[in-house]
Every structure is written in structure tokens, then in C-alpha cells.
T-cell receptor, first 111, second 118 residues
Framework: ELKVEQNPLFLSMQEGKNYTIYCNYS?????LYWYRQDPGKSLESLFV???NGAVKQEGRLMASLDTKARLSTLHITAAVHDLSATYFC???????????WGAGTKLIIKP | DTGVSQDPRHKITKRGQNVTFRCDPI?????LYWYRQTLGQGPEFLTY????????KSRLLSDRFSAERPKGSFSTLEIQRTEQGDSAMYLC????????????????FGEGSWLTVV
């Protein structure tokens, strides 16, 4: 059974700092997703990672995938207040289209 | 609006009543998903359609839940005899190649339908 764990679950940081959110999954998965969610809102797609070693960057966010370690990371560079949100990773089960989600990382960036 | 749209956005219902949510996916997306999310949790998969065929259904989905996608376009999710534990946000998402060059690997979510059962 595929399980997805994120850590930390809560992160408070200062503007301008760098930090990394980790996403571990328990069995093989053929793709890894990162989403952002603002309070009371829906899920905004950030990245889809399809293969080992994949790295994608958008602005101050960079995501990577290591399928051998079953680990994906979301790195935040020089954080700004607007990045405050909850970030979810989700892994897709190999044999079907179901996404298994982490519990989310609530990120608060203080000015 | 070219995104996934859901209706209604909010629904308050009394326990025991039936509710129905509608989802209109991105035009020509052949894959459609329903998820449920409660406060402070990640989404939970409910069901998946490829065109009009319901190919996957979560064990979480009791007999009170039913979903349809009759013509492979919009979908409905019905909950019969609602219970307080059904209170959640119901999210619809779609994916698949479209004729407007939208990435086929990305799953796009709608704004969600909030259900409160009192």
C-alpha cells in the first residue's frame, strides 16, 4: 500500500531564508505531484515530476525527485511572504490513476 | 473561464437529505477525478472516470455515494442520506490532452464544493 509522508508539517520562517520540504513515499510510484493550497481555496498545481533525477523550477520554488530513495523535495529560495500557504505532495500509484497525498506542510513566512 | 468548475460552491443540508454536486472539467479532458478533503488533511481519492467509464472507486465510498459521467463530459457526485461525517470539501479534477495544449500530465482541480451537514 502506497503511503506518503511529508515533513515538516508546520514551518515558520523569516523572509529571505531558504528551506526544504521533504516528501517520502513507501512503494514505487510513477509520478510525483506538488500542489499549493491557500486557506479555504482549492489546489494549485506547482510541479509534476515524472522520472528519477527530475528537477523543475518556478520562481523561488524548485522540486526534485529521487525514485531510488523514494524522496521528493520542494526547496524554497529566499522566501517571501506571498509563499505562505500549505504545500502538498502526492504520489500516483503505479497501477492506477489514484493519487495518495501527504498531510501537507503549512508554511508561514514572516516579514 | 477555462478551468474546472464546480457547483454549488457551498451547500448546507440537514442530516438525512440527499445532495448532488456537479463538475464541469476542462473541455475535452477525458480523465475526471473526485476527491474529498476535510480541514487540516490532504485530499482523499473517491473515484475516477476515463471518458464515461468509472474505472476506479475508493473503498471509502459507501453505498450512499454515487458518481456518474454520462456522456464523458460533466460529472455528478450524489450523496444520499447525508451524515455529519460527510461534511467536507468535495473536489473535482480533470486531466488529459486537450486541443489547447494544456499539459496532459497535470491534474487541474476545481474550486471545490463545501458541504456542511447539520
Amino acid at each position: 500500500e502506497l503511503k506518503v509522508e511529508q515533513n515538516p508539517l508546520f514551518l515558520s520562517m523569516q523572509e529571505g531564508k531558504n528551506y526544504t520540504i521533504y516528501c517520502n513515499y513507501s512503494t514505487t510510484s510513477d509520478r510525483l505531484y506538488w500542489y499549493r493550497q491557500d486557506p479555504g481555496k482549492s489546489l494549485e498545481s506547482l510541479f509534476v515530476l515524472l522520472s528519477n533525477g527530475a528537477v523543475k523550477q518556478e520562481g523561488r520554488l524548485m522540486a526534485s525527485l529521487d525514485t531510488k530513495a523514494r524522496l521528493s523535495t520542494l526547496h524554497i529560495t529566499a522566501a517571501v511572504h506571498d509563499l505562505s500557504a500549505t504545500y502538498f505532495c502526492a504520489a500516483r500509484m503505479d497501477s492506477n490513476y489514484q493519487l495518495i497525498w501527504g498531510a501537507g506542510t503549512k508554511l508561514i513566512i514572516k516579514p | 473561464d477555462t478551468g474546472v468548475s464546480q457547483d454549488p460552491r457551498h451547500k448546507i443540508t440537514k442530516r438525512g437529505q440527499n445532495v448532488t454536486f456537479r463538475c464541469d472539467p476542462i473541455s475535452e479532458h477525458n480523465r475526471l477525478y473526485w476527491y474529498r478533503q476535510t480541514l487540516g488533511q490532504g485530499p482523499e481519492f473517491l473515484t475516477y472516470f476515463q471518458n464515461e467509464a468509472q474505472l476506479e472507486k475508493s473503498r471509502l465510498l459507501s453505498d450512499r455515494f454515487s458518481a456518474e459521467r454520462p456522456k464523458g463530459s460533466f460529472s455528478t457526485l450524489e450523496i444520499q442520506r447525508t451524515e455529519q461525517g460527510d461534511s467536507a470539501m468535495y473536489l473535482c479534477a480533470s486531466s488529459g490532452l486537450s486541443n489547447r495544449g494544456i499539459d496532459g500530465n497535470t491534474i487541474y482541480f476545481g474550486e471545490g464544493s463545501w458541504l456542511t451537514v447539520v
